[in-house]
């Protein structure tokens, strides 16, 4: 069995109940998720979320990833595959982990995906605009999303100029931020605050919290009054 003491672990503040980081974004037309984490099934049934039309990935670390085999339920309602977008490197990724989905002979039942290669192009998912944002976990290259004035940035500790400025201009932005302590692949608190506030944006949420940061509460009194923590659960609207 296994337990923790931590005071996150143990908080009653329904803000630090963190589940893996994933977002759900949704227009009057289109519904896409951002990962399909391992808490994937959950997050979906714990919403209600009836309606899916694309997942887009942003690297393939199994945190990101390892929720895919749950779309299955979609596939049934919807009877047709799955839309899935994802560069090269996570592309390799999910035909090796998942090489039932893409086999030629399939048994019945598995997930059925239209898998799709993105780069940095920008490119539409029904009516919802997608522009391809490339950050760096350490040496990794991974894809963060600008949807509309809606920044989503997952799992980086650099972001190049060229990059950043495909940033600016965002009403919302949300940042990876780990813990207060130096971290070889993702930004700090402090890093994170002060990506924040170089690029000028005016709503900012910090998510992919380890529960080494803190509690929602503590963390947030420390934070500049348009920076909070993103919990489960959190909407925001455009």
């Known amino acids: 069995m296994i337990g923790c003491d931590c005071p996150v672990c143990t908080s009653t503040d329904k803000k630090d109940k963190r589940l893996r980081s994933s977002i759900l974004v949704q227009s009057p037309q289109t519904s896409l998720v951002v990962d399909t984490t391992p808490d994937f099934r959950y997050q979906m049934l714990r919403i209600n979320n009836r309606k899916l ?29 799955m839309d899935i977008y994802a560069n090269r490197l ?9 090489y039932y989905a893409f086999s030629d002979t399939k048994y019945p039942g598995v997930p059925e995906v239209k898998l799709i290669t993105i780069d940095e192009s920008p490119f539409i998912i029904g009516d919802i605009p997608v522009l ?41 932005l949300v940042l990876n931020t780990l813990r207060k302590e ?57």
């Open 53 to 81: 039309d694309a997942v887009l990935y942003t690297h393939p670390h199994k945190d990101h990833l390892a929720g895919l085999d749950d779309i299955r339920a979609y596939n049934y309602f919807t009877k047709k595959p």
């Open 182 to 238: 130096a971290h070889l692949s993702h930004f700090t608190l402090q890093e994170a605050v002060d990506l924040a506030t170089e690029l000028q944006i005016p709503e900012v949420y910090f998510t992919h919290i380890s529960h080494q940061l803190g509690k929602n509460t503590a963390i947030n009194a420390e934070l500049p009054s348009h920076m909070q923590l993103a919990y489960d659960g959190l909407k925001l609207e455009l």
């Open 132 to 172: 391809p944002v490339e950050v760096l976990h350490h040496k990794m290259p991974v894809l963060g999303f600008r949807f509309g004035d809606f920044t989503y940035i997952t799992d980086a500790n650099k972001i190049e100029e060229r990059e950043k400025e495909k940033i600016k201009g965002s009403k919302i």
């Open 90 to 98: 996570t592309e390799e990724a999910l035909r090796r982990d998942y």
